[in-house]
């Protein structure tokens, strides 16, 4: 035998092996596994997300200068909404002082928002909720004056019905603050590369799509007006360049 034919039956061996021993364990320890790559996704959202946030840094001032928007009588502030917080990387545009609830499924993120809250005066944490965007059964509608939700529609199971529950719990007058990457336009070769990709992208992480026509579900949502810009996130990966922010007014 050749020493590259030793090289590839040791490297097919130990693959097995490597399989083998991940299915038992997952097998044996099922909450293991699930937690770890929990804890793993948090720490590594709190070390990627301010990033691609700083590659928006502009959008994300024209977006949240419409929080001058919303008036409320409470001296408390605005109650605001975070759905698929992560480490929390919005809170530092919301108005002083507000008041901030979250729904995430990911309860390992908590531990980085808290950090992050110590740092930014004047948002107090009300309430963070395991769960997701589609079933905010823990929140009564007509609750929040506002709804927060960045880079997480590309990866809700179901968005109509978040876009649902998010104009239920929005009070009237309400306003769906949105940041997202999405579709390139049709029939471009980023459009044809995020298609190609997207069949095997959303398994390799955790349910994210690359080419989701956000805009038209956030349109046909039956909020009282939608108001949105395409714009171009500064990133070198094609298939995450197309982004789009606005807001929604129930
Ligand atoms: C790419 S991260 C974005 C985090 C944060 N919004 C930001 O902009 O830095 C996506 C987040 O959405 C959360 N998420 C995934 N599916 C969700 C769902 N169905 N409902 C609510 N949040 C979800 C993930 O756990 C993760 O924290």
């Not at 609830?101 to 004047?122: A, F, V």
């Not at 038209?216 to 039956?222: E, K, T, Y």
Request: include cysteine; charge should be positive.
């Amino acid at each position: 035998m050749s020493a590259a034919d030793t090289w590839l039956r040791d490297v097919f061996l130990y693959g097995i092996f490597a399989v083998a021993a991940l299915y038992g364990y997952k097998r044996i320890f099922p909450g293991h596994l699930r937690s770890l790559n929990k804890r793993l996704s948090a720490w590594l959202m709190s070390k990627v997300m301010w990033r691609v946030h700083a590659r928006c840094s502009e959008e994300k001032r024209l977006l949240f200068r419409d929080f001058d928007k919303i008036t409320t009588q409470d001296e408390r502030g605005p109650h605001i909404l975070e759905i698929g917080v992560g480490p929390g990387n919005n809170h530092t545009h919301f108005p002083r002082p507000s008041r901030m609830s979250c729904i995430e499924p990911n309860s390992e993120c908590k531990k980085y928002l808290e950090q992050n809250l110590r740092e930014t005066r004047g948002v107090k944490l009300v309430q963070f909720v395991r769960g997701f965007a589609e079933d905010m059964l823990d929140f009564e509608d007509n609750t929040f004056d506002a709804v927060v939700c960045t880079f997480t529609l590309c990866t809700v199971r179901s968005l109509e019905r978040a876009l649902s529950e998010i104009k239920r719990v929005l009070k009237p007058g309400g306003v769906f603050f949105f940041m997202e990457h999405v579709a390139a336009p049709t029939s471009s070769w980023q459009r044809r590369a995020q298609d190609r990709l997207n069949v095997i992208w959303p398994a390799m992480t955790d349910g994210c799509n690359l080419n989701r026509e956000t805009w038209r579900f956030v349109q046909d949502a039956g909020f009282s007006s939608t108001n949105f810009t395409h714009f171009s996130i500064k990133f070198r990966l094609i298939s995450f360049k197309a982004g789009l922010y606005g807001t929604a007014q129930k």
